[in-house]
């Protein structure tokens, strides 16, 4: 199964080459980013770029640092050290507002939907379309229903009733919803904060779709996960972080599924801690790494 899930993501690699190599300027960029909360460093030396048209995945155990790098780029906190540029210009971002303002949007796991509301309406939440003058204003319901069933639909997602509550739908269908409200309001860049983090097989392969459909519209992604399988299918590019550092920073072609995982999984501490455990009455240390060794099918040394 394996096998056919690695050949299937190389010849994907093949096909999307010659796109992914003619990707744009970056967008955003960071140059040695970090992060201090007076003595303690959340984040530090981090480097990334966000291109149109490409997936940049970021990894990590919980307190790797990914939610400070979320809350630095969508402008909810501010960086303390190293630059931070959109299009080529420094910033400091004020608030997520200003991010918003410059085409970053961000769908954290909880999505800020209302679970009772239309889908429609989930869809305007907080941007809704009015009609008719002042005071007679009120709410464009046939306009909005109109924009959002047809927004819906450019990222193939297809609901039969955008009336039905959004609580109702699956854990995947919300976060499309999520996805192709963010592009509607005019995201060039989309930051995903673990958005197959609670769902099953399926409804992560649904999820999977749609930041592939992002990124074929000509986004910047950047896909936030603990998991170097969802991430490897639609991944251009990697970064591990580990408590706060980069540990690997890798393109799609320099990096296999089993380094990939090697890494995220903290390969060099069960290597040290292989001695330890094999102490231990009832635990299988037989699959753990050597200290030193490469990942399994990973080549010996790079050039």
Same mark, same amino acid.
């Given at each position: 199964?394996?096998?056919?899930?690695?050949?299937?993501?190389?010849?994907?690699?093949?096909?999307?080459?010659?796109?992914?190599?003619?990707?744009?300027? =970056?967008?955003?960029?960071?140059?040695?980013?970090?992060?201090?909360?007076?003595?303690?460093?959340?984040?530090?030396?981090?480097? $990334?770029?966000?291109?149109?048209?490409?997936?940049?995945?970021?990894?990590?155990?919980?307190?790797?640092?990914?939610?400070?790098?979320?809350?630095?780029?969508?402008?909810?906190? +501010?960086?303390?050290?190293?630059?931070?540029?959109?299009?080529?210009?420094?910033?400091?971002?004020?608030?997520?507002?200003?991010?918003?303002?410059?085409?970053?949007?961000?769908?954290?796991?909880?999505?800020?939907?209302?679970?009772?509301?239309?889908?429609?309406?989930? &869809? &305007?939440?907080?941007?809704?379309?009015?009609?008719? =003058?002042?005071?007679?204003?009120?709410?464009?319901?046939?306009?909005?229903?109109?924009?959002?069933?047809?927004?819906?639909?450019?990222?193939?997602?297809?609901?039969?009733?955008?009336?039905?509550?959004?609580?109702? $739908?699956?854990?995947? +269908?919300?976060?499309?919803?999520?996805?192709?409200?963010?592009?509607? &309001?005019?995201?060039?860049?989309?930051?995903?904060?673990?958005?197959?983090?609670?769902?099953?097989?399926?409804?992560?392969?649904?999820?999977?779709?749609?930041?592939?459909?992002?990124?074929?519209?000509? $986004?910047?992604?950047? &896909?936030?996960?603990?998991?170097?399988?969802?991430?490897?299918m639609v991944g251009d590019h990697f970064t591990v972080l580990r408590l706060g550092a980069v540990e690997l920073s890798a393109?799609?072609?320099?990096?296999?599924?089993?380094?990939?995982?090697?890494?995220?999984?903290?390969?060099?501490?069960?290597?040290?801690?292989?001695?330890? $455990?094999?102490?231990?009455?009832?635990?299988?240390?037989?699959?753990?790494?050597?200290?030193?060794? =490469?990942?399994?099918?990973? =080549?010996?040394?790079?050039?």
């Amino acid at each position: 199964m394996e096998t056919t899930a690695t050949t299937e993501n190389t010849d994907r690699e093949h096909a999307d080459q010659g796109k992914t190599d003619a990707a744009g300027d =970056p967008i955003v960029v960071l140059r040695n980013v970090g992060k201090s909360y007076g003595n303690i460093h959340a984040l530090r030396g981090v480097d $990334l770029e966000v291109r149109p048209g490409r997936v940049s995945c970021v990894l990590g155990d919980n307190g790797a640092g990914k939610s400070t790098l979320i809350k630095i780029i969508s402008g909810l906190h +501010q960086h303390t050290e190293g630059e931070y540029l959109v299009d080529g210009e420094p910033v400091r971002l004020s608030g997520p507002r200003e991010a918003l303002d410059r085409g970053i949007a961000t769908v954290y796991q909880d999505l800020a939907t209302v679970p009772l509301m239309p889908v429609w309406r989930n &869809f &305007f939440l907080g941007s809704e379309i009015t009609r008719g =003058p002042w005071p007679f204003r009120r709410l464009d319901i046939a306009g909005m229903k109109s924009v959002a069933d047809r927004e819906l639909r450019n990222m193939g997602i297809v609901l039969d009733d955008l009336e039905q509550p959004i609580g109702t $739908l699956s854990g995947g +269908q919300r976060q499309s919803v999520a996805i192709a409200r963010a592009v509607y &309001f005019g995201a060039r860049v989309l930051i995903l904060d673990e958005p197959t983090a609670a769902l099953g097989v399926k409804q992560s392969g649904v999820v999977l779709k749609y930041i592939a459909a992002a990124r074929e519209r000509g $986004l910047g992604v950047i &896909f936030i996960t603990h998991n170097p399988h969802h991430a490897y299918m639609v991944g251009d590019h990697f970064t591990v972080l580990r408590l706060g550092a980069v540990e690997l920073s890798a393109p799609r072609k320099e990096i296999t599924l089993e380094e990939l995982t090697h890494h995220m999984a903290g390969g060099a501490e069960l290597a040290a801690l292989k001695h330890e $455990l094999a102490q231990v009455s009832g635990v299988d240390v037989e699959e753990l790494p050597d200290e030193g060794a =490469p990942p399994a099918g990973a =080549p010996a040394a790079r050039a």
